[in-house]
Nanobody
Framework: QVQLVESGGGLVKPGGSLRLSCAAS????????IGWFRQAPGKEREGVSC????????IYSTSVKGRFTTSRDNAKKTVYLQMNSLKPEDTAVYYC???????????WGQGTQVTVSS
């Protein structure tokens, strides 16, 4: 069964950091690009980052560039999203997927809640 499970979310103060994990099972992670997405209350889901399957190249949305870093450890079947200098506007449920375009995602996992608040 192909599955991605997000974890690592929580409550953090502005300026703080969190590291999210996306654990893969049921397929070979090495062959897939992995996208991170988020959805804030009342807003559409948006792409946050993408890491390629070939050369680990990455892209980021303008809103997180310079603050977030995505990486992968294929041996551990896990992709990470390191989030630094968090802002209240980063508050959202974060999801990962085996594609980097939200419209191509067949089904979403549970996600992990990130709340940035003082």
């Amino acid at each position: 069964q192909v599955q991605l499970v997000e974890s690592g979310g929580g409550l953090v103060k502005p300026g703080g950091s969190l590291r999210l994990s996306c654990a893969a099972s049921g397929f070979t992670l090495d062959y897939y690009a992995i996208g991170w997405f988020r959805q804030a209350p009342g807003k559409e889901r948006e792409g946050v980052s993408c890491i390629s399957s070939t050369d680990n190249s990455t892209i980021y949305s303008t809103s997180v560039k310079g603050r977030f870093t995505t990486s992968r450890d294929n041996a551990k079947k896990t992709v990470y999203l390191q989030m630094n200098s968090l802002k209240p506007e980063d508050t959202a449920v974060y999801y990962c997927a085996t594609v980097c375009v939200a419209a191509l995602v067949g089904s979403w996992g549970q996600g992990t809640q990130v709340t940035v608040s003082s």
